[in-house]
């Protein structure tokens, strides 16, 4: 009916399995801690704070654009 092997399991041997599965998860972080790992600590850590921008910087910015899209406009009205 179902494919989940663990359905077939006994009780005992789903203890062992969970036993294993703490044992690798320990061994893991060890690992981690011990090499130093990069990709344990961003995974652990809080995410980065996005930036906020001044409403000076977001002016410069709309400026930019509207000005990029203006002679966009008219490189394509002229053709």
Same mark, same amino acid.
């Given at each position: 009916?179902?494919?989940n092997p663990l359905v077939k399991l006994s009780? @005992? @041997?789903l203890k062992k399995a969970? !036993?294993?599965r703490e044992k690798i998860e320990t061994? @893991? /972080?060890e690992l981690d801690?011990?090499?130093g790992s @990069?990709? !344990?600590a961003t995974r652990n850590s809080?995410? /980065?704070k996005?930036? /906020?921008l001044s409403a000076a910087a977001r002016a410069r910015i709309s400026a930019m654009m509207k000005a990029r899209w203006r002679k966009f406009r008219a490189q394509k009205a002229k053709k």
């Open positions: 009916m179902t494919n009780v @005992q @041997q969970v !036993a294993i061994l @893991q /972080k801690r011990a090499g @990069q990709a !344990a809080a995410p /980065k996005k930036g /906020k």
